[in-house]
């Protein structure tokens, strides 16, 4: 055997060694990540999972290693809990996914990292007024609406655009629109009630639960006091509403009573995921917002001021089994009232019996002894 062709041989063998531990990483990798990958199909529950999904392409591997600053065998590490990234790592990460990736990407790292993702700047960047053909539409929305409809289109199109205003980067926010409960035959108003909502992840799917608000929470003392409230840390807000029982469990909260002269249809109440995010300019785009949001409602549904005497509220956790009765308690409100042959439409029966419940819900904190 001549020494070239041994030569070819030890070349050969090289490669051939090269090529088997490259499958062999390409393997081990696989094995190591495709868990994560098949847990994280429908809906990542960690940030973990979430980079498991984006790194199990090999390209998108390499791309967030070289932003991050990291070796790609250190993102694998991460995706299976074998070591923890340092905080300047985490901001770099949240760079580095794609823009799809990086609202959920906020959700997952905050749940774990709170404090570092205090730190994380946030674009300030946002318009300082409100798009003049977006009045239009409010406008469009407000006379072209049938009277039953006009308050839920008016008030989903300005919930809508106010996200996509306030919070361009999904950081995390919810909007609600707390109404005064009808007074029907009285004159005083006992509560609120949320009615209408839209909100950015976490809180996607908030608009499909109604709940009541009182004294004890933020929305009710901005509409007792005539003016807005706003907190920007959850310690802020659990010294000065101890008893609040809203569901948002936002870091930020801010509070905007929907006000003609003086008279309030209720309030609009918004909540954010980061700490001190509302700023100057947010408020004074939400007090255009809620300017536009009086659109919303008809003459009758403003109230006085001085007729306005919110009572405690329960937990949203209370208010459940008793909210759950509402479409059997229309149904027979209805039923009864054609048994009578008495006229009663089914806006007037779901108006009676919402003050129905909310009689009850007042009276379940005192009968537990609470003040």
Same mark, same amino acid.
């Given at each position: 055997?001549?020494?070239?062709?041994?030569?070819?041989?030890?070349?050969?063998?090289?490669?051939?060694?090269?090529?088997?531990?490259?499958?062999?990483?390409?393997?081990?990798?696989?094995?190591?990540?495709?868990?994560?990958?098949?847990?994280?199909?429908?809906?990542?529950?960690?940030?973990?999972?979430?980079?498991?999904?984006?790194?199990?392409?090999?390209?998108?591997?390499?791309?967030?290693?070289?932003?991050?600053?990291?070796?790609?065998?250190?993102?694998?590490?991460?995706?299976?809990?074998?070591?923890?990234?340092?905080?300047?790592?985490?901001?770099?990460?949240?760079?580095? /996914?794609?823009?799809?990736?990086?609202?959920?990407?906020?959700?997952?790292?905050?749940?774990?990292?709170?404090?570092?993702?205090?730190?994380?700047?946030?674009?300030?960047?946002?318009?300082?007024?409100?798009?003049?053909?977006?009045?239009?539409?409010?406008?469009?929305?407000?006379?072209?609406?049938?009277?039953? /409809?006009?308050?839920?289109?008016?008030?989903?199109?300005?919930?809508?655009?106010?996200?996509?205003?306030?919070?361009?980067?999904?950081?995390?926010?919810?909007?609600?629109?707390?109404?005064?409960?009808?007074?029907?035959?009285?004159?005083?108003?006992?509560?609120?009630?949320?009615?209408?909502?839209?909100?950015?992840?976490?809180?996607?799917?908030?608009?499909?639960?109604?709940?009541?608000?009182?004294?004890?929470?933020?929305?009710?003392?901005?509409?007792?006091?005539?003016?807005?409230?706003?907190?920007?840390?959850?310690?802020?807000?659990?010294?000065?509403?101890?008893?609040?029982?809203?569901?948002?469990?936002?870091?930020?909260?801010?509070?905007?009573?929907?006000?003609?002269?003086?008279?309030?249809?209720?309030?609009?109440?918004?909540?954010?995921?980061?700490?001190?995010?509302?700023?100057?300019?947010?408020?004074?785009?939400?007090?255009?917002?809620?300017?536009?949001?009086?659109?919303?409602?008809?003459?009758?549904?403003?109230?006085?001021?001085?007729?306005?005497? /919110?009572?405690?509220?329960?937990?949203?956790?209370?208010?459940?089994?008793? /909210?759950?009765?509402?479409?059997?308690?229309?149904?027979?409100?209805?039923?009864?009232?054609?048994?009578?042959?008495?006229?009663?439409?089914?806006?007037?029966?779901?108006?009676?019996?919402?003050?129905?419940?909310?009689?009850?819900?007042?009276?379940?904190?005192?009968?537990?002894?609470?003040?």
């Amino acid at each position: 055997m001549s020494y070239a062709h041994g030569g070819h041989i030890c070349v050969a063998a090289m490669l051939s060694f090269a090529l088997m531990h490259q499958e062999e990483e390409k393997v081990r990798f696989v094995q190591e990540i495709d868990p994560i990958v098949h847990m994280s199909m429908e809906e990542p529950k960690t940030w973990r999972e979430l980079l498991g999904l984006v790194i199990s392409d090999p390209r998108q591997r390499l791309r967030v290693a070289e932003v991050v600053g990291v070796n790609p065998v250190t993102l694998i590490r991460w995706v299976n809990y074998k070591s923890n990234p340092r905080p300047d790592n985490i901001r770099s990460l949240l760079i580095a /996914l794609s823009k799809y990736y990086q609202p959920l990407a906020t959700q997952l790292i905050t749940a774990e990292y709170t404090d570092i993702m205090d730190d994380v700047p946030i674009r300030t960047d946002i318009a300082p007024e409100i798009p003049s053909a977006f009045y239009a539409r409010v406008l469009n929305a407000h006379t072209s609406s049938p009277p039953l /409809l006009r308050g839920s289109s008016v008030s989903i199109l300005i919930l809508q655009q106010l996200l996509e205003h306030l919070d361009p980067q999904q950081v995390g926010m919810v909007a609600i629109v707390a109404q005064c409960t009808p007074a029907l035959s009285r004159r005083k108003v006992y509560s609120l009630r949320k009615t209408y909502s839209r909100g950015n992840p976490p809180w996607g799917n908030s608009e499909q639960r109604t709940f009541f608000l009182g004294a004890e929470s933020q929305v009710g003392r901005a509409l007792v006091a005539g003016r807005f409230t706003a907190v920007q840390t959850q310690e802020e807000r659990a010294r000065l509403f101890p008893m609040h029982n809203y569901t948002v469990e936002g870091q930020s909260a801010i509070a905007y009573p929907i006000l003609l002269a003086d008279r309030a249809a209720g309030c609009l109440g918004i909540a954010c995921t980061r700490r001190n995010y509302f700023t100057q300019l947010h408020m004074d785009l939400i007090q255009h917002y809620v300017d536009l949001l009086v659109l919303a409602f008809e003459e009758r549904e403003f109230y006085p001021l001085h007729d306005i005497e /919110l009572g405690i509220m329960p937990p949203a956790s209370g208010q459940r089994p008793i /909210l759950a009765s509402f479409q059997r308690r229309v149904t027979g409100r209805i039923i009864d009232a054609s048994l009578k042959r008495e006229p009663l439409t089914r806006l007037q029966a779901e108006q009676e019996v919402w003050q129905e419940i909310e009689g009850e819900l007042l009276r379940i904190p005192f009968l537990n002894g609470s003040s």
